[in-house]
């Protein structure tokens, strides 16, 4: 069950992100997704329990509200960044983390990579450290926002 789930989901995200249907291409992502399934089933999903579908669910509906969270991260970063008094002050935050999972963990730190103005550079007995831009970008880690959604993913079912 894990195969499959694991195997369908990541098929859909290649062809999301593909957007080519050829035959050729289709054999591809079939072939590759199956790869892939293969070798991550047991990292994506602890047991295919009753769990695992809200999961899953839960995980698709975080994936709009990071993208929003990018685009608004973009915006203030290039403000930063057209300002020509170049307003930085870069820190280093070290915050610990509710999250029990490696792949929870993995989620936040990738989540916040992906939010421009931040850098996650270190995870390390569920401490992550992460570089920040300035004070509006410290603030997005240490309301722990990211932290608390991907907490409602990995406490699911």
Do not use: C
């Amino acid at each position: 069950m894990k195969f499959i789930i694991t195997f369908i989901t990541v098929l859909i995200f290649w062809l999301m992100l593909s957007g080519e249907f050829k035959p050729l291409l289709l054999g591809f992502a079939v072939v590759y997704s199956a790869i892939v399934a293969v070798m991550t089933k047991d990292l994506f999903m602890r047991d295919a329990d009753k769990g695992t579908p809200v999961r899953l669910l839960k995980f698709f509906l975080y994936l709009p509200w990071l993208m929003k969270e990018i685009l608004v991260a973009n915006i203030q970063v290039v403000k930063i960044v057209l300002s020509p008094s170049m307003p930085i002050d870069p820190v280093m935050v070290k915050e610990g983390s509710e999250l029990k999972t490696d792949i929870g963990l993995t989620t936040l730190g990738n989540s916040i990579t992906l939010t421009p103005g931040t850098v996650t550079v270190d995870i390390e007995d569920g401490e992550l450290l992460v570089h920040a831009i300035d004070a509006a970008a410290e603030k997005g880690i240490t309301d722990r926002v990211i932290e608390k959604k991907v907490l409602e993913i990995e406490r699911a079912g």
